[in-house]
């Protein structure tokens, strides 16, 4: 682990790494010496009762410090398996034939009837899951819950209905006739719907329909999803609903499951997991441990909903509480609601996992409420994909009060809301960010079913120290967005229009509100939405990055802090030695919105080029180029108050674009200009990796 330091110079931030304190007892995921240790190995038995699985765990902490737990086969679980204090030093493991703990109980011998709609039902003994299945995973696939409108694969700009006019607050909302029809004698039905400005959605109860007056009453949205109208939602909780491969349904009065199997087939005999469980593995306390190795699958899809306080995350297929000296290694994770939540650790390394498939984020590393930061994490080469189906605002790796902490070689694809999202949202300002690195990770195709997200996002609610925070050589492509326009359609992906608004917010790097002292530095950004956005943050340093083929805005800057009473302006903000291939008809090079008496960032040094690169390629609003205008070519830019130094434009001289070989060529114009190069591990991972 190293510290980072910050040192503050000309209104912009360097940082500098220097060793940092290494834990008396560092965990590694290179496992070490295990002579001397006694091994313990527990087979499931054919029924997976976890029983003997909890006897073992009481066994080996007799002597954990020189025990090898071993697992081998699959195991259903009716509560978390617990880990803490007592299991200091121990090892657990998967073993040459995989370790499988699921969340909820093997249904594969319900007495299963075919219906004449086709579907497949089964009645639950009263004893057997009283609430019903929260989630239910067939074959290692989860299954839906039945929906209206169904969706559609591919496609996730339908199967929604829109909030009518005249919704507000948040305990109701206005619905279209057409949408009511045939509901009012529904009993159980639930809704997931965004809130106004589509950064969140929630799953709600439906307490009431007044179809007379197109009301749809809720009984438990909270406070702060505030909802509008025009917004998206589907309808949940009826039988009349299941009528699409994949779905299913539970009836509570009559204790009835009813499914219709992907492929058709009979469920009988067939793998049938019912997901109740939020966490599979709880760590409270422990220390000296590591976990390795196994799968965790077909728990609940709960963990990030909004019936807890905001941005308090609970779930975590694996959940680790006030742990130290802990390594979390090579373990598979999937169909459950949240994939790590790490809340107040030290000295924890987090490697080599694969985690797909959640409701909500894929890693949570952060503090409960009153609770401390978590300190000298490294969170790396893990792999993350298909995050957030439920949740909009999920994020692969969410960071929330930690200092210290690496996030270092990941691969992160198709995320709801952000491939990384280090947030500091509360206002007493316990959960800041303090010394992060972000490094030579992998982002593609984040912000999928947001109207407001990005690849990597810092924020920061309280005015504060600065973050000390490092972006560096991240490669990040594919970033989009899914919103509604005022007219009721959704956005195209391309669709991007400079002087509208409302429209998507969808950078690949995104420094937003009071983020400050942070450093973005050699990142590569390809066919994203927009490239590196600046909101009301200040101190900040851009520079020796490669934006290519935006959407919208390669580099952005959005000052509204005049707009807020007592909050300070936007400044000390540098861009310096960027590249900008514009690519795009009617994408921009630079966009600003400033509503400051001086400018809050300074342009130096940086190189546009592309065929896009046009007569109106640089914006600043309102009218703040020269002679009053909002739009301009590049020699109207470099005489803009907002350029603090020479700025350049042509051909950067990569060695070869087509084939995304961006090194430069030792006579071409970087080179010449003396531009710093990319990292040159991503030169090479972009070109194997085409």
């Given at each position: 682990?190293?510290?980072?330091l910050?040192?503050?110079?000309a209104?912009?931030?360097?940082?500098?790494?220097?060793?940092?304190?290494?834990?008396?007892?560092?965990?590694?995921?290179?496992g070490?010496?295990?002579?001397?240790?006694?091994?313990?190995?527990?087979?499931?038995?054919?029924?997976?009762?976890?029983?003997?699985?909890?006897?073992?765990?009481?066994?080996?902490?007799?002597?954990?410090?020189?025990?090898?737990?071993?697992?081998?086969?699959?195991?259903?679980?009716?509560?978390?398996?617990?880990?803490?204090?007592?299991?200091?030093?121990?090892?657990?493991?998967?073993?040459?034939?995989?370790?499988?703990?699921?969340?909820?109980?093997?249904?594969?011998?319900?007495?299963?009837?075919?219906?004449?709609?086709?579907?497949?039902?089964?009645?639950?003994d009263?004893?057997?899951?009283?609430?019903?299945?929260?989630?239910?995973?067939?074959?290692?696939?989860?299954?839906?819950?039945?929906?209206?409108?169904?969706?559609?694969?591919?496609?996730?700009?339908?199967?929604?209905?829109?909030?009518?006019?005249?919704?507000?607050?948040t305990r109701?909302?206005?619905?279209?006739?057409?949408?009511?029809?045939?509901?009012?004698?529904?009993?159980?039905?639930?809704?997931?719907?965004?809130?106004?400005?589509?950064?969140?959605?929630?799953?709600?109860?439906?307490?009431?329909?007044?179809?007379?007056?197109?009301?749809?009453?809720?009984?438990?949205?909270?406070?702060?999803?505030?909802?509008?109208?025009?917004?998206?939602?589907?309808?949940?909780?009826?039988?009349?609903?299941?009528?699409?491969?994949?779905?299913?349904?539970?009836?509570?009065?009559?204790?009835?499951?009813?499914?219709?199997?992907?492929d058709?087939?009979?469920?009988?005999?067939?793998?049938?997991?019912?997901?109740?469980?939020?966490?599979?593995?709880?760590?409270?306390?422990?220390?000296?441990?590591?976990?390795?190795?196994l799968?965790?699958?077909e728990?609940?899809?709960?963990?990030?909903?909004?019936?807890?306080?905001?941005?308090h995350?609970?779930?975590?297929?694996?959940?680790?509480?006030a742990?130290?000296?802990i390594?979390?290694?090579?373990?598979?994770?999937?169909?459950?609601?949240?994939?790590?939540?790490?809340?107040?650790?030290?000295?924890?390394?987090?490697?080599?996992?694969?985690?797909?498939?959640t409701?909500?984020?894929?890693?949570?590393?952060?503090?409960?409420?009153?609770?401390?930061p978590s300190?000298?994490?490294?969170?790396?080469?893990?792999?993350?994909?298909?995050?957030?189906?439920?949740?909009?605002?999920?994020?692969?790796?969410?960071?929330?009060?930690?200092?210290?902490?690496?996030v270092?070689?990941?691969?992160?694809?198709?995320t709801?809301?952000?491939g990384?999202?280090?947030?500091?949202?509360?206002?007493?300002?316990?959960?800041?960010?303090?010394?992060?690195?972000?490094?030579?990770?992998?982002?593609?195709?984040?912000?999928?079913?947001?109207?407001?997200?990005?690849?990597?996002?810092?924020?920061a609610?309280?005015?504060?120290e600065?973050?000390?925070?490092?972006v560096?050589?991240?490669?990040?492509?594919?970033?989009?967005?899914?919103?509604?326009?005022?007219?009721?359609r959704?956005?195209?992906?391309e669709?991007?229009?400079?002087?509208?608004w409302?429209?998507?917010?969808?950078?690949?790097?995104?420094?937003?509100?009071?983020?400050?002292?942070?450093?973005?530095?050699?990142n590569?950004?390809?066919?994203n939405y927009?490239?590196?956005?600046?909101?009301?943050?200040?101190d900040?340093?851009?520079?020796?990055?490669?934006?290519?083929?935006?959407?919208?805005?390669?580099?952005?800057?959005?000052?509204?802090?005049?707009?807020?009473?007592?909050?300070?302006?936007?400044?000390?903000?540098?861009?310096?030695?960027?590249?900008?291939?514009?690519?795009?008809?009617g994408?921009?090079?630079?966009?600003?919105?400033?509503?400051?008496?001086?400018?809050g960032?300074?342009?130096?040094?940086?190189?546009?080029?592309?065929?896009?690169?046009?007569?109106?390629?640089?914006?600043?609003?309102?009218?703040?180029?020269?002679?009053?205008?909002?739009a301009?070519?590049?020699?109207?830019?470099?005489?803009?108050?907002?350029?603090?130094?020479?700025?350049?434009?042509?051909?950067?001289?990569?060695?070869?674009?087509?084939?995304?070989?961006?090194?430069?060529?030792?006579?071409?114009?970087?080179?010449?200009?003396?531009?710093?190069?990319?990292?040159?591990?991503?030169?090479?991972?972009?070109?194997?990796?085409?």
């Open positions: 682990m190293t510290r980072l910050a040192l503050g110079f209104g912009a931030l360097v940082l500098a790494f220097a060793p940092g304190p290494a834990p008396a007892e560092a965990p590694s995921c290179t070490g010496d295990e002579s001397g240790r006694r091994l313990l190995r527990v087979e499931a038995p054919a029924d997976g009762r976890p029983e003997g699985l909890r006897a073992a765990l009481d066994r080996a902490a007799t002597d954990p410090g020189r025990t090898v737990l071993e697992l081998e086969g699959s195991w259903y679980l009716d509560r978390p398996l617990e880990l803490g204090l007592r299991h200091a030093g121990l090892v657990v493991r998967a073993g040459p034939r995989g370790a499988r703990l699921s969340g909820g109980p093997d249904l594969s011998g319900l007495r299963w009837q075919r219906t004449a709609d086709g579907t497949f039902e089964a009645r639950l009263p004893g057997l899951l009283p609430e019903g299945p929260a989630d239910l995973h067939l074959d290692g696939r989860r299954l839906e819950p039945a929906r209206q409108p169904n969706a559609v694969p591919g496609d996730l700009r339908r199967g929604w209905l829109l909030t009518a006019p005249g919704t507000e607050g109701a909302f206005r619905a279209r006739p057409a949408d009511l029809a045939g509901l009012a004698g529904e009993r159980t039905l639930a809704v997931l719907l965004y809130d106004a400005p589509q950064w969140s959605t929630n799953l709600v109860r439906v307490a009431r329909l007044d179809p007379a007056r197109g009301l749809v009453e809720l009984a438990d949205n909270v406070d702060w999803h505030r909802l509008g109208p025009g917004t998206p939602y589907h309808w949940l909780g009826s039988r009349r609903f299941l009528d699409a491969p994949g779905e299913w349904h539970f009836d509570p009065a009559s204790r009835t499951l009813a499914l219709r199997p992907p058709g087939r009979d469920p009988s005999g067939r793998r049938l997991v019912a997901g109740i469980l939020d966490t599979l593995l709880l760590v409270r306390g422990g220390e000296r441990l590591r976990i390795e190795g799968e965790l699958a728990g609940s899809p709960r963990g990030s909903d909004r019936q807890m306080p905001w941005n995350i609970g779930g975590g297929a694996i959940r680790v509480e742990g130290r000296a390594a979390l290694c090579g373990n598979r994770i999937h169909g459950v609601g949240v994939g790590m939540a790490l809340l107040s650790v030290d000295d924890v390394r987090v490697e080599g996992n694969r985690i797909t498939g409701a909500g984020n894929g890693i949570y590393l952060g503090l409960p409420w009153g609770g401390r300190r000298r994490v490294r969170i790396s080469d893990n792999e993350l994909a298909e995050i957030g189906h439920r949740f909009a605002d999920s994020a692969g790796i969410l960071l929330q009060g930690v200092e210290e902490v690496e270092v070689s990941n691969r992160i694809e198709r709801a809301q952000f990384i999202y280090a947030m500091q949202a509360r206002a007493n300002g316990e959960d800041r960010i303090r010394a992060l690195r972000i490094e030579r990770n992998r982002i593609h195709a984040a912000n999928l079913r947001s109207a407001d997200g990005g690849g990597i996002k810092l924020f609610a309280a005015q504060d600065p973050m000390a925070a490092l560096r050589a991240n490669r990040i492509s594919g970033t989009t967005h899914l919103m509604v326009g005022p007219d009721g959704f956005f195209a992906p669709d991007f229009d400079g002087r509208r409302p429209q998507p917010v969808a950078p690949a790097i995104y420094l937003d509100w009071y983020a400050r002292g942070v450093t973005v530095e050699g590569l950004l390809i066919d927009a490239g590196i956005s600046i909101v009301n943050g200040s900040n340093r851009i520079g020796g990055n490669l934006v290519i083929g935006t959407i919208g805005s390669a580099l952005g800057v959005d000052d509204k802090t005049p707009r807020t009473p007592g909050r300070p302006r936007m400044a000390g903000n540098r861009f310096e030695a960027n590249i900008v291939l514009s690519e795009r008809p994408s921009l090079a630079v966009q600003i919105w400033d509503l400051s008496e001086r400018p960032a300074a342009f130096v040094g940086n190189l546009y080029g592309g065929p896009a690169l046009g007569p109106e390629s640089f914006v600043a609003g309102p009218n703040r180029l020269p002679g009053g205008r909002w301009g070519d590049f020699g109207l830019w470099a005489r803009s108050a907002y350029v603090a130094g020479a700025e350049h434009r042509g051909d950067p001289g990569f060695r070869d674009r087509r084939a995304l070989d961006f090194r430069f060529d030792p006579e071409g114009l970087a080179a010449r200009l003396g531009l710093p190069p990319l990292d040159p591990w991503l030169s090479t991972e972009v070109r194997e990796n085409r």
